[in-house]
């Protein structure tokens, strides 16, 4: 088995809490905590991308997502500890009254392209050519892709299986539950389960792609971390549960029914959730497993996101209870 070397940027362990909804109790992992301003799941990641963007002697990272995106955010922030700047390829318009992450990013000091949701779709050609043109001027690029979702990327969530068996007996539980947008933090968590031979399900709550093509990411992601890293373990794609229907009204959007939950939660336990990602996965999580009585055999794993909130206050606050 080959490790891939990390740069520490995280606050880990992230506490495992014991939480009450509606006289219901569960368990969340509260990877909002991970650091660099609550970066949430993207920081794990960015421990293995960056440690090697900075070996590589990076000038400059690219990378990409929604005006919203947390992984951008959170890249331009740790970046910026390190020294790299950094430039987004934003799916999105620009504003002149910024808020959220797309406020944040800019103060850290990111410079931004903003592309229609049309060239959006060949962002990774625009990164990779507009690299190539700066490798000519002699800077050196390191381009991460959407959310981190790489082999090297998830390697945060193989190693995070290994801080939460020392949190709690993983025999004893059923299951994680986390949101999927392109599907890099799941894909970790089966992986880090296979090696440590834990019979858990991955359920993921899908935000982004249909069904089909998160499958098809998500396994993709495995295949190639484990033949690039010479692990000795075999994925069972049926521990892998994709729930859908969480996101219809758009991976940008939420509906009200979601936002009055997310604001019982938030009054009732102090957890705040963002609305693109853990929101949705919450939602989901209370559905399946909360009301069912299992919240103490699937874990929720909040994975940050919450700047995002800012962005929707208005129709927070408009589903008040």
């Known amino acids: 088995m080959k490790i891939p070397n990390k740069i520490k940027i995280a606050n880990l362990p992230t506490p495992l809490e014991q939480l009450r909804f509606r006289n219901k109790r569960f368990l969340v992992k509260r990877d909002d905590y991970t650091g660099t301003d609550y ?3 993207k920081i794990r990641k960015l421990e293995y991308l ?39 390829f934003l ?16 103060l850290y000091g990111a410079k931004i392209s903003f592309l229609n949701k049309k060239n959006y779709l060949n962002v990774n050609e625009i990164m990779e050519e507009e690299g190539d043109q700066l490798l000519k001027k002699g800077r050196k690029v390191y381009i991460i892709p959407e959310g981190g979702s790489t082999a090297l990327g998830i390697w945060g969530y193989i190693h995070f299986i290994n801080e939460l068996k ?21 894909a ?25 093509k998160l499958q098809k990411k998500i396994m993709f992601l495995t295949e190639g971390v484990i033949r690039g890293y010479d692990l000795s373990c075999k994925i069972d794609d049926s521990k892998l549960i994709i729930i859908d229907g969480y996101s219809n009204e758009g991976y940008k959007n939420i509906n009200s029914d979601k936002l009055k939950l997310i604001n019982a939660v938030a009054s009732e336990t102090g957890m705040l959730l963002d609305p693109t990602y853990t929101g949705k ?14 919240g103490n055999k699937v874990i929720f794993l909040h994975t940050g996101g919450l700047f995002g909130a800012f962005s929707k206050r208005k129709k927070y606050l408009k589903n008040l209870l």
């Not at 990409?64 to 995106?69: L, V």
């Open 39 to 41: 970066s949430g799941n």
């Open 281 to 294: 996965a919450f939602n989901a999580y209370y559905d399946q497993f909360l009301l069912k009585g299992n």
């Open 188 to 212: 970790g968590l089966l992986v880090g389960a296979a090696i440590n031979k834990l019979n858990l399900n991955i359920y993921t709550a899908n935000v982004l792609y249909p069904k089909e």
């Open 166 to 186: 020392k949190q709690i007996d993983l025999k004893k539980i059923k299951g994680i539950l986390c949101a999927s947008g392109t599907g890099g933090t799941a």
């Open 91 to 106: 799916w999105g318009s620009d504003s002149d009254s910024a808020d959220g992450n797309l406020f944040l990013s800019k």
């Open 50 to 88: 960056l440690y090697q963007a900075k070996r590589n002697g990076t000038e400059i990272v690219f990378t990409c997502g929604a005006t919203q995106s947390n992984h951008c955010r959170a890249t331009v922030a740790a970046a910026a500890s390190l020294g790299i700047k950094t430039k987004l």
